[in-house]
């Protein structure tokens, strides 16, 4: 293959290299060792500073450092997923069960090219751009260790992305506001009373609940969510019973909830319960939630929008405003401590995030790097001049 640049200059062959190794060899949330040894030595080969933070996995780094200038971030998720890749691929992934179905490792690629294209810059940079390689975002936990770790301290905004198999490559999906769902989980657990199958009248049957409260849960969104916001609630799972000739003494059920602002979460979140607890009540048994709070809504911030688009154009891609994504990203645990904007990056995949036949065409590295390159510089400029005119 020819080598070939993107709009920064730099030889794009070499992160297409990137990506395949990462992708060769996924590891899990909270288990990049290897990933986070792999980032230190490409970010080092360029001589791209990596910071000292407290962090088990994930890497923080920074280009420039005008001592008065603005800092800004860029982020990019380097976990991968319990799935048994089925790409065919030449370069797939070489460790059984687990693969990057999410396509991380194109957004790790994309930040190292990035860092790199930054770098060659780095002398007329107006501030300092903090690289963050962010671990275990699949179980929304990586957003808040960085966060802990004191990497974000002194940071003014946060960028990053994800890749999107539905939009063609070139195509940057910008949206201010709501643009992916707080994805809470739930446990319920029905407590009745067991008895024989042929003498329900002793018991207190927990699957007929169960099977109303399942029921009853469907109104929530039909009838308590305006229809001009919207809301998901999907139970997953259902567990009960051990023989087809005994009554059981409890059912079990989990499931997810997603919603896209923290008026509608709180609702939805409330109305369930009472639904839980009241159908329960009806039946003589009760029930028990147990909530696995997920990452709130990633909301964008209008003025970083507004930059994203004006980024797109200097680089020549078409940004489009994107229908919002149901699924959770912890990146908004960022945007809840500071301004932030996340963008979809058009990928043209054959499937969906999670997929085992999940890809998504490598053209879209030197248009991911080409857009944060300028957006990055943008944001210190913009954050410079929002400053002094504050002055
Ligand atoms: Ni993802």
Known sequence: MPSHTCSTGID?????????????????????????????????EAGV???????????????????????IALRADIDALPVQEETGLSFA??????????????????????????KEQESQLKGTVRLIFQPAEEKAKGAKQVI?????????????????????????????GPLMAAADGFVVEVAGKGSHAAVPEAGLDPIVTASHIITALQSV????VSPLKSAVISVTKLHSGTAWNVIPDKALFEGTIRTFDDEVR??????FSQVVEGVAAAFGTTASVRWIEGPPPVNNDPA????????????????????????GEDFAVYQREIPGLFVFMGTAGPQEWHHPAFDLDEKALPV????????????????RTGREVSL
């Open 148 to 176: 802990d770790s004191g990497a974000l301290d002194g940071v003014q905004a946060i960028f990053g992305m994800h890749n999107k198999p539905d939009l063609p490559v070139g195509i940057i999906g910008i949206k201010e």
């Open 304 to 327: 970083l929008a507004e930059l994203g688009f004006a980024a797109a154009a200097d680089v020549g891609f078409e940004a489009i405003t994107p229908v919002p994504s149901p699924a």
């Open 93 to 118: 992934s070489t460790i059984s069960g687990k693969m990057h179905a999410c396509g991380h490792d194109f957004h790790t690629a994309a930040l190292i090219g990035t860092a790199y294209a930054l």
């Open 12 to 44: 794009i062959d070499r992160f297409i290299e990137i990506r395949r190794h990462l992708h060769r060899y996924p590891e899990l949330s909270n288990e990049e060792f290897e990933t986070t040894r792999r980032i230190r030595d490409w970010l080092g």
């Open 266 to 271: 709180l609702q939805v979140l409330g109305r």
């Open 368 to 383: 991911s790097i080409g857009f944060f390159t300028n957006l990055a510089v943008r944001a210190l400029e913009h954050y």
């Open 221 to 224: 969104v039909s009838r308590n």
């Open 49 to 71: 500073r990596v910071l000292d933070y407290p962090l088990a996995t994930g890497v923080i780094a920074e280009v420039g450092g005008i001592q008065e200038g603005p800092v």
